[in-house]
């Protein structure tokens, strides 16, 4: 009985939200209109107002397939909105008197280094904070070779190339979001994750917020997330992405019933129930304006949004006259908004389950709108625009992509040579594989069929469950680039687009050895059909396949007792072991077909 009395006093708490503030009268419909228009599955939202939450309330399905609702206390992945989590640890160790944000990264991390020594020398942990150490995002590093340790992606950083000096632009960055977490494990002795846990969750009653996929696969009441796919934007379920060890920048998964605590606490100067949880210095300092992101200037459509800087963890700007602190979160399937205005003690949580959503944008927006009293804007009407313009862009972008194929081109090598394994120092190491005369490339979570363009360039798509996923046709390429010898030597691919150069990937061939015995026993004479086959060895350990009236082919070892032609694509040749494990026969594979030749 006590539970249904308490799950029937939160019922009423919430549907009365609404009825508590004039200001919200109504809302339902407007925020069904988003749901509507944008194909969200769902989303929620709570608004709050003071050191109370005034409204909370979900929309849609947490599970779209089984129809389940999103209810307040539904979790879902807040993406980079875990930057702020993350920067008030540093806050409070400073209060503590463990750190100082004018130290030197290198200081705590003492493995840490840079691209070069004005990085190494003159970046502080300030500059972390606010994105200003002159890196660009080398976002493909961590999300394409994820690993769990934290040690493995700071060695990473070194190789990663700046695009600009130190503290002359502001560029996003979630490596020196993750160093931020490394800094506080070295000073507290504790992870990342459980700081977080022990300095916030747990004295904001977070209770079922955590900070990783493990957890939120184990929890109820779990939103899935989606995506929307192809020309007619079928909601498609997505994977969760396990975010491993970038944790610091991204991976809290929480409610907006439970991230309201999280809001009041930062319109309360710091203070949630009376208990100072951040400093009261920190939170001005961390809500003003460290870097310029752009001058953002007001158009002529909406003239009263000015501002656009970054403090610690937060973009700073205004909205219709009022000043905002605010930061977005995106990761597979998720999308997040969570903003406050200090001078109006107002703060509004947007959690959706749609990937790359504007939803939490949007719906931000429009109960800022009536929460500040302020002209409203048709924000339903204004994402149908702005998706009929983002759609005539992207209809031209490909058109002129497609323009800019080469036709009648081919690859300068056959498909086999493309194959090994690519690496970069800064990135990671993937396989690229050749399968029924096909290239995919293997990463540790996902694979890409890699179509051809023209010459050595080949396009990337995403291979599903469902199969090859060419609904999502981005600008990325890979190029291939060949050696002195003629042989496959790098890829490069544009990876990160602050900088001027693409980066590469090192080929290193993905064959087996072969002992010298073994190739030995295939060598003899062979027979098909009354034509001649001649197998041999030369230079010590490469075989070779001689037929009267053609010239000679190396071939190259793919599997035990299978080989490649090295010179003509499609051609194969796999030799039969006899139950005594002699070889007497040989498979001649072709594009026509199979042939059978026996040793003579």
């Not at 493909?140 to 002359?168: A, C, M, N």
């Not at 930061?327 to 109006?344: C, L, T």
């Amino acid at each position: 009985m006590k539970k249904i009395l308490l799950a029937l006093f939160v019922f009423i708490s919430i549907s009365t939200y609404a009825q508590q503030d004039k200001r919200l009268k109504g809302i339902e419909k407007d925020l069904n209109a988003i749901l509507e228009v944008t194909k969200a599955p769902g989303f929620a939202v709570a608004v709050v107002q003071g050191k109370k939450i005034v409204y909370a309330k979900g929309f849609g399905y947490s599970d779209y397939e089984n129809k389940v609702p999103v209810d307040r206390n539904t979790l879902f992945a807040i993406g980079s909105s875990t930057k702020a989590f993350t920067c008030a640890i540093l806050g409070q160790l400073r209060q503590e008197d463990k750190l100082s944000f004018d130290d030197s990264p290198i200081k705590y991390i003492p493995e840490l280094k840079f691209y070069n020594d004005e990085m190494n020398d003159n970046i502080i942990i300030k500059d972390l904070m606010s994105h200003r150490t002159g890196l660009p995002r080398h976002d493909f590093s961590w999300y394409l070779f994820p690993t769990d340790d934290k040690d493995s992606l700071i060695h990473r950083i070194q190789y990663q190339e700046p695009f600009t000096g130190v503290r002359e632009k502001w560029y996003y960055n979630n490596f020196m979001f993750l160093a931020q977490g490394v800094i506080a494990e070295r000073i507290t002795g504790k992870s990342w994750e459980d700081n977080i846990r022990e300095r916030f969750f747990k004295p904001l009653g977070m209770t079922r917020s955590n900070v990783s996929i493990d957890e939120m696969e184990k929890t109820t009441n779990a939103a899935i997330g989606y995506d929307l796919k192809g020309e007619d934007e079928v909601i498609t379920k997505t994977d969760y992405y396990h975010i491993a060890a970038m944790s610091p920048a991204g991976s809290i998964n929480s409610s907006v019933n439970e991230m309201s605590n999280w809001l009041i606490t930062w319109i309360n100067n710091g203070k949630f129930k009376g208990e100072e949880i951040l400093p009261a210095s920190y939170v001005n300092e961390a809500m003003s304006s460290h870097m310029v992101i752009g001058p953002n200037l007001p158009g002529d459509e909406f003239p009263d949004l000015h501002l656009a800087n970054y403090g610690y963890g937060w973009m700073m700007s205004s909205y219709k006259g009022h000043y905002r602190v605010e930061h977005g979160g995106n990761i597979d399937g998720f999308s997040a908004n969570v903003a406050f205005y200090p001078s109006d003690s107002i703060g509004i949580v947007v959690l959706t389950n749609q990937n790359g959503s504007s939803v939490p944008g949007f719906v931000r927006n429009m109960m800022a709108d009536r929460m500040l009293s302020v002209t409203k804007t048709d924000w339903a009407k204004e994402f149908t625009d702005r998706k009929e313009k983002a759609k005539k862009q992207q209809d031209e972008a490909k058109s002129e992509s497609n323009s800019n194929k080469v036709a009648n081109t081919k690859p300068s090598h056959i498909l086999q040579d493309y194959t090994g394994k690519y690496s970069n120092p800064g990135y990671g190491e993937f396989n690229i594989i050749n399968r029924n005369d096909s290239l995919f490339a293997n990463f540790k979570l996902t694979q890409w069929y890699l179509k051809h363009v023209h010459y050595d360039v080949f396009e990337p798509f995403e291979v599903t469950e469902a199969g090859i996923d060419t609904t999502d046709t981005g600008p990325l390429r890979l190029n291939f680039s060949t050696n002195d010898a003629g042989d496959i030597s790098l890829v490069k691919m544009k990876v990160e687009g602050a900088l001027d150069h693409p980066i590469e990937f090192s080929h290193t061939p993905n064959l087996i050895d072969v002992d010298k015995s073994t190739l030995e026993s295939y060598v003899g004479d062979y027979e098909l059909s009354g034509l001649a086959l001649k197998v041999y060895i030369k230079n010590e350990n490469t075989l070779y396949l001689f037929v009267t009236g053609q010239p000679e082919y190396e071939l190259l070892p793919t599997a035990k007792h299978k080989f490649s032609f090295k010179t003509l694509e499609g051609f194969k040749v796999e030799f039969l072991e006899s139950d005594d494990k002699s070889i007497d026969e040989v498979l001649v594979i072709q594009p026509n077909g199979t042939f059978k030749a026996k040793r003579k």
